[in-house]
T-cell receptor, first 114, second 115 residues
């Protein structure tokens, strides 16, 4: 399968714990995006990488959130000291470097914070 | 800041009927996308609309884009149960004050097609 993959697909954690999600974009896609989707809402932009550089972070991304893309390939999103409000689907998308190309979404990681 | 509004948010229709979902957006953009999402699943790309007047059709779905009116429509023809899902429009947005481009999504239209 050559699509965007995410791991894990589901994560249940207790409030206050740290969690880390991984995204593997489509091979050779330079751009990688993280979005968050809460129940009944559309996805909301969190952050964007071009190769290994994190070029933008949304105001939605508090200090408890950090994202990396160390070698310009896979990316990780870490949430420290999780809160119940962090419960959501976290979606990763990738696209080639040409702005006209669409973003391809992964299956998402569903986080539940108890 | 770009705002994207879809209506209706909920749509219940009978098989065989036609209906249109509307997507309005507040600032200039010439790229718009339609996605389908089934419960608990990720987003499936339906249409990519890249210019004013663009019209694309796939099966019972047809999407169009009017960049001057800042409006896109998703028309459903002779609906069938398999079309039941949530449909999102997303607008490609590049802030004029700087910052990277991103997709801004509407809240989605939950479509239920009844036999």
């Amino acid at each position: 399968d050559t699509g965007v993959s995410q791991d894990p697909r589901h994560k249940i954690t207790k409030r206050g714990q740290n969690v880390t999600f991984r995204c593997d974009p489509i091979s050779e896609h330079n751009r990688l995006y993280w979005y968050r989707q809460t129940l009944g809402q559309g996805p909301e932009f969190l952050t964007y990488f071009q190769n290994e550089a994190q070029l933008e972070k949304s105001r939605l991304l508090s200090d408890r959130f950090s994202a990396e893309r160390p070698k310009g390939s896979f990316s990780t999103l870490e949430i420290q000291r999780t809160e119940q409000g962090d419960s959501a689907m976290y979606l990763c998308a990738s696209s080639p470097s040409d702005r006209s190309d669409e973003q391809f979404f992964g299956p998402g990681t569903r986080l539940t914070v108890l | 800041e770009l705002k994207v509004e879809q209506n209706p948010l909920f749509l219940s229709m009978q098989e065989g009927k036609n209906y249109t979902i509307y997507c309005n957006y507040s600032t200039t953009s010439d790229r718009l996308y339609w996605y389908r999402q089934d419960p608990g699943k990720s987003l499936e790309s339906l249409f990519v609309l890249l210019s004013n007047g663009a019209v694309k059709q796939e099966g019972r779905l047809m999407a169009s884009l009017d960049t001057k009116a800042r409006l896109s429509t998703l028309h459903i023809t002779a609906a069938v149960h398999d079309l039941s899902a949530t449909y999102f429009c997303a607008v490609d947005y590049r802030p004029t004050q700087g910052g990277s481009e991103k997709l801004v999504f509407g809240k989605g239209t939950k479509l239920t097609v009844n036999p």
